[in-house]
């Protein structure tokens, strides 16, 4: 038992590097760009040309993923300015296409692919004007080969994190209370997209009103980012676990086909949620980071789950107090909830076994209402607020439960 912990608390530690790498620099100060004009797909079902323009030569990696099948290619700082890559689609078998930062110092390009594809050729032309070359032919299933030369991506090159002590105490009021705040998406994954905006750009906006108001009632606030990067969900925990996180909130605004939710909703987890519309969010959460290359091998490991589910039996009763606390303070403030408040949701953000933790739904992208209210400061202000009172208030009873149950 105690060494499946320790595997679980290294693990996170690991985990880490992606985090310290995010939080110790601010943007990215890219050096190269890409050339729209120079850069194209060309081919055909069988064979595609993927042309990326750059203003000057810059390290780069390709490799193959699969379910579902992409080519991931990672690039040394490339910015890609306004280029939107669905503008580039049409010829040759690339099914979709995303590209954007994904961790400081690192850009990442994803090719959706209809099925298995060899890598040809994927070169750098250095001379006059740069270009990264790569040629893709479709291959049986048996030739396929994902993951060759992932294990020299971006992400096993980045520098070793130092190393936390997690051993973080319930919280009984005698100290600040820690939060960290998860804006939802970021960089080469936007989340929801309407009318010129992006959930990833609204939800880091009122992420730092939020941080403003929290840390201004006396609390410490950690942020699992504060640029427009990439985060993964696991780096996501991994964040709250190593600033000893005695409250996790993640922000979101996501996007309803249906169109008809409208309102703010206070989710917390519940690994049997059957709610049709909430799992196709988390299906779409967890796809976000799935397309955007990362590895999701050697998740699975079963004893470690039992060990987690053991740890939140613990907590549930917090989270849930947490859930209603916060719904009855968005309330109060006379903010618009959705017509059911507080839902649980199979969202992997919210697995962390030990820190109570929520997430938000602010409103909905899909609503034109909720968006104007988004960009609205006053409105961000007062829901800013509101969440702020909620934490308050059940941090108080929390606490008092805690110095009860010490004695
Ligand atoms: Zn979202």
Redesign the pocket.
Known sequence: MIRQLQRLIWAAVSLLMFAVCAQAQTGLSALAQLDPARTTITGNAERTQISIGLSQPIPFKAYLLDNPPRLVVDFRELDFGNANPKDFLGQGGVAALRWGPFQPGWSRLVAELPGPVTITQAVQLTQDQPQIRIDLATADPADFMPRAGAAHSALHNLPQPAQTDPSATRQDGSRPLRIVLDP??GGLDP??EAAGTS?AVLVLTFARDLKEALTRAGNEVVMTRSENVFVPLETRMTVARASGADLFLSL???ALESGIATGATVYLFDGNASDAASQK?AER?DRADLLAGVDLEGQGDRVAHVLMDLARAETQPRTVRLSQVMAGAIRSAGIKMHKHPVQGANFSVLRSPDIPSLLIELGFMSSKADRDRLLDADWRKQMAQAIVAGVQAWAQGDAAEARLLRQ
């Open positions: 939802g998406h989340g929801a959930e979101h605004a996501d969010l959460h």
